[in-house]
């Protein structure tokens, strides 16, 4: 397999508060890591009443990114 490499799709979970289209709930949304398209056509994860009910919708052993400084005004954090 010399000259064959392989990239591994990887998943970015947004967390966003009190978006415009969910303005009562915390949701989650997927994006591919590598394109930075949606999955799931932009359609939440998961959405709760705290950012705690979202969190534990997230799969297990992700690291939060944080929020970063030029992120959208809803977005709360990002995990990989």
């Given amino acids: 397999m010399s000259g064959?490499?392989?990239r591994a799709a990887v998943t970015l979970y947004t967390v966003y508060g009190m978006p415009s289209d969910f303005p009562h709930e915390f949701?989650?949304?997927?994006?591919d890591g590598r394109t930075a398209?949606?999955?799931?056509?932009g359609e939440p994860f998961a959405r709760g009443r705290t950012l705690a009910e979202v969190?534990?919708?997230?799969?297990?052993?992700?690291?939060?990114?944080?929020?970063?400084?030029?992120?959208?005004w809803?977005?709360?954090e990002s995990w990989v």
């Fill in 4 to 6: 064959l490499t392989t």
């Fill in 74 to 76: 809803a977005i709360v």
């Fill in 37 to 41: 398209e949606p999955i799931d056509a």
């Fill in 55 to 72: 969190r534990r919708a997230l799969p297990a052993g992700l690291y939060n990114l944080g929020r970063q400084p030029n992120d959208d």
């Fill in 27 to 31: 949701v989650c949304r997927r994006y």
